[in-house]
């Protein structure tokens, strides 16, 4: 299968999981793998520097090729592994835009998230405002509205329209570490939809993050957004 | 040509450029375009806001679709006008995997300039800190030593190798940016020929940022770094 690659992840990681869910879709489970721990520092370790400068995971390796970027690992493993499994990129010109138009939104989605949520791991003690704490969370409570206006508007049950595609790979880790965090079901109903909607797909449920399965508590971080 | 094509753009936006770039390498020319004025605030305009509700530039559009994600657009157009132009993708699985992995490090690079060129500009007063002005000035010595890294070891011209991709589109802008905000040629030679090289490139030349060649002298705020 797919002997020749290599992948340095971490569980709850939207870019690891991303890399996850395509290896899944075109069939090339049995590449090697191994699991990192965040919290034991184990993504700054001398294999995973070895493989990405940055310290930052995934770190994936296909042959003496290097993609640590998930966006770029995705493209290139479904360029690469075109027929086999299922196809990511549509065809209809229509469609493969809004696919890219929503995948690559989807950096701004992640980054407004991030800024929530990590807020306290990034921003030193000393440097932390409850005014920007406020300003993030506005930014990031109009971008989920611009979300689920889009699931209001597409035809089809995917953030491209009628098939899943690499939109919905490069997204639907973001909207699952939203809900995560204690996202409101109710006054999101068409992104909750979609996030439950897509939870037994097969792809995504074998990568589902072990930590959450541990543990299925989320955090209430975003209840009232 | 392209008069099923509308650019709205601001002089010296990296993702403006970009996406210029493409079409002049994909020999789509003759696009209905309009040059806004950021400090006008023209790109919170009712004609951005209409086909980009996040109100940033650029705002493009092929037909109905719309493609505002500079990344979403290079990738879009290559794919759609493969054989016409310049091929910007290489097919060499190799060159392709390098040329995706920098195109999508290109991200990292221009938050790290963002982070310090645009401080004052995105943190108010009142929130600002030496501290993390200084981390960000760290953070961003380090990525642009990484790319100097990157370009003493790739066997080629350009950023993926022997052929100039969409890892070029990508990132030049980003490159000519730091320099442009005064970052020295003599401390990252490889950096600075690689930038002095495609100045020339007529796609480059041809939709070179008009206010600097207005104002064709920089800041200096990155002199130290």
């Known amino acids: 299968m797919a002997k020749d690659m290599t992948l340095l992840w971490g569980s709850g990681s939207p870019p690891c999981w991303r890399v996850m869910v395509v290896l899944e879709e075109k069939?090339?489970?049995?590449?090697?793998?191994?699991?990192?721990?965040f919290e034991k520092m184990e993504h700054k370790s001398q294999q995973v520097m070895d493989m990405n400068p940055r310290g930052q995971l995934p770190a994936f390796k296909h042959g003496n090729s290097v993609l640590n970027e998930s966006y770029a690992a995705c493209i290139y493993l479904e360029s690469q592994f075109k027929s086999q499994g299922n196809k990511l990129i549509p065809d209809c010109p229509a469609e493969q835009a809004l696919m890219y138009q929503r995948m690559f939104e989807g950096n701004t989605l992640a980054q407004k998230m991030a800024d929530v949520i990590y807020y306290d791991w990034k921003v030193p003690e000393g440097e932390r405002h409850d005014s920007a704490v406020k300003r993030n969370r506005e930014a990031l409570s109009a971008e989920v509205k611009l979300w689920e206006g889009y699931l209001q508007k597409v035809s089809g049950p995917f953030l491209a329209g009628k098939n899943f595609s690499l939109a919905d790979v490069s997204v639907y880790p973001t909207i699952a570490y939203v809900f995560r965090?204690?996202?409101?079901?109710?006054?999101?109903?068409?992104?909750a939809a979609y996030y439950n909607s897509l939870k037994e797909r097969p792809s995504i449920k074998v990568s589902w993050p072990p930590t959450w399965l541990e543990k299925p508590q989320g955090e209430d971080t975003l209840k009232d957004l």
Chains 1, 2 share one sequence.
Do not use: H, V
């Open 27 to 37: 069939n090339l489970q049995g590449y090697n793998q191994k699991l990192l721990a």
């Open 181 to 191: 965090y204690g996202l409101s079901e109710e006054r999101y109903p068409k992104l």
